[in-house]
């Protein structure tokens, strides 16, 4: 890999790889890495195990991919999510 990257920045991008929802485009324009750029990262950074169960979860993940995704802008809101109403905390 040909970019330095800071271990704060490292261990963002992992946080990121792991998330369901946040694609590797969003890697890409946050730090300039590509899909195979950020398995190699977790290649190197994970224990194996860890590695091949990410692997597995992300393989094939509609989410990791914007143009494989059911939902064009904005934030997925599951159809089970509840408006909040009457949120005393928010009038606070």
Do not use: Y
Request: net charge positive; glycine share 4%.
């Amino acid at each position: 890999m040909k970019k330095e990257l800071s271990i704060r920045n490292i261990d963002r991008i992992i946080e990121m790889a792991w998330e369901d929802r946040t694609p590797f485009d969003a890697i890409l324009i946050q730090f300039g890495l590509k899909e195979q750029e950020v398995i190699e990262l977790m290649r190197r950074e994970m224990r194996p195990s860890s590695f091949k169960m990410w692997r597995k979860r992300v393989q094939g993940r509609k989410t990791k991919h914007l143009k494989r995704r059911v939902f064009e802008d904005g934030r997925f809101k599951c159809s089970r999510q509840r408006q909040i109403t009457h949120n005393k905390i928010s009038k606070r």
